[in-house]
């Protein structure tokens, strides 16, 4: 994507202050079909490689290699310009928005490449883009997703045993869990339940919540 001239970007920087936050709405393109500019958003601006990118999408890397190099075609011939969207617009790019978000998290929580099973710097940077949306956009899904990450994080700590090994939910030592992050976790979760019309964040999380007060 070739940047505008900066006086006739519509400039959005007032709604978001995160560089990287920006960058994600700017690349979740709707234009793009949705698995290439969730693709092309991991590996461009949140750093993913192609090959946790393709474990995430059940494909192979060079199939996922080659959606990206075709959403950089499609923007280059359609000279779809590399702008932020104006706050009206954002809306309508909140659904990619949360998958690439909610791929960055997985990969923290459960690391498809190297030595440790999960990755603190991914998971927390999700997190963080998280809570940022939810001031940003307080959708119910928005609030379902930082739920659901806020929840799973909470069990970071009695997930892995001292030599590194994974331990299953019933045989965690809950007395390891965040409770800081649960009550803020279940919090949303009541928010994200009052709008009547759960989505699947929103589900997922409320399952998470059942299991932390086990």
């Given at each position: 994507?070739?940047?505008?001239?900066?006086?006739?970007?519509?400039?959005?920087?007032?709604?978001?202050?995160?560089?990287?936050?920006?960058?994600?709405?700017?690349?979740?393109?709707?234009?793009?079909?949705?698995?290439?500019?969730?693709?092309?958003?991991?590996?461009?601006?949140?750093?993913?490689?192609?090959?946790?990118?393709?474990?995430?999408?059940?494909?192979?890397?060079?199939?996922?290699?080659?959606?990206?190099?075709?959403?950089?075609?499609?923007?280059?011939?359609?000279?779809?310009?590399?702008?932020?969207?104006?706050?009206?617009?954002?809306?309508?790019?909140?659904?990619?928005?949360?998958?690439v978000i909610y791929l960055v998290f997985n990969e923290g929580y459960s690391a498809s490449s190297g030595t440790s099973l999960t990755r603190a710097d991914l998971s927390g940077e999700a997190i963080r883009l998280g809570r940022l949306l939810v001031q940003l956009l307080p959708e119910p899904e928005a609030m379902g997703l930082l739920a659901l990450m806020l929840l799973h994080e909470s069990r970071r700590t009695a997930r892995t045993s001292p030599t590194g090994d994974l331990i299953l939910l019933q045989d965690q030592d809950r007395s390891l869990w965040d409770q800081q992050l649960i009550a803020e976790g279940k919090d949303?979760?009541?928010?994200?339940?009052?709008?009547?019309?759960?989505?699947?964040?929103?589900?997922?999380?409320?399952?998470?919540?059942?299991?932390?007060?086990?």
């Open positions: 994507l070739d940047p505008e001239p900066e006086d006739s970007m519509p400039y959005a920087g007032e709604a978001i202050l995160d560089d990287r936050l920006r960058l994600v709405f700017t690349c979740c393109h709707p234009a793009l079909a949705a698995e290439a500019r969730v693709a092309l958003t991991l590996r461009e601006v949140c750093g993913l490689r192609t090959e946790e990118i393709a474990r995430a999408f059940l494909a192979s890397p060079s199939t996922l290699a080659q959606r990206i190099v075709r959403a950089k075609t499609k923007i280059r011939e359609a000279r779809i310009p590399y702008q932020v969207p104006s706050p009206a617009d954002l809306p309508e790019r909140l659904d990619t928005v949360l998958q949303y979760v009541g928010r994200a339940m009052s709008s009547g019309a759960p989505g699947p964040y929103t589900l997922q999380a409320a399952i998470a919540a059942l299991h932390s007060t086990a």
